[in-house]
């Protein structure tokens, strides 16, 4: 189960299970020009996987949790 918590200017949080995560905005660029209700329609693929259908964009939760083990930018 995942939900969206809130909203703000420079991300969203998201709860999965028991465990909330920030997506910043500046990290996920495909959710910038996202509405309000695309951001909310995430699906949840346990054991790991958030995935927005409508936005075909999706994010390991791992990314989230350690996202210094996940550079978003090749080196």
């Known amino acids: 189960m995942c939900n969206v918590t809130s909203i703000y200017d420079l991300g969203f949080w998201i709860l999965v299970e028991d465990k909330e995560y920030f997506v910043p905005f500046?990290?996920?660029?495909?959710?910038?020009?996202?509405?309000?209700?695309?951001?909310?329609?995430?699906?949840?693929s346990p054991p790991s996987q958030l995935y927005w259908k409508e936005l075909d964009l999706d994010i390991e939760l791992a990314a989230l949790a350690n996202p210094e083990s996940f550079p978003l930018v090749f080196k």
Do not use: K, R, W
């Open 26 to 44: 500046s990290d996920y660029p495909g959710f910038m020009d996202s509405s309000v209700n695309q951001i909310l329609a995430v699906h949840f």
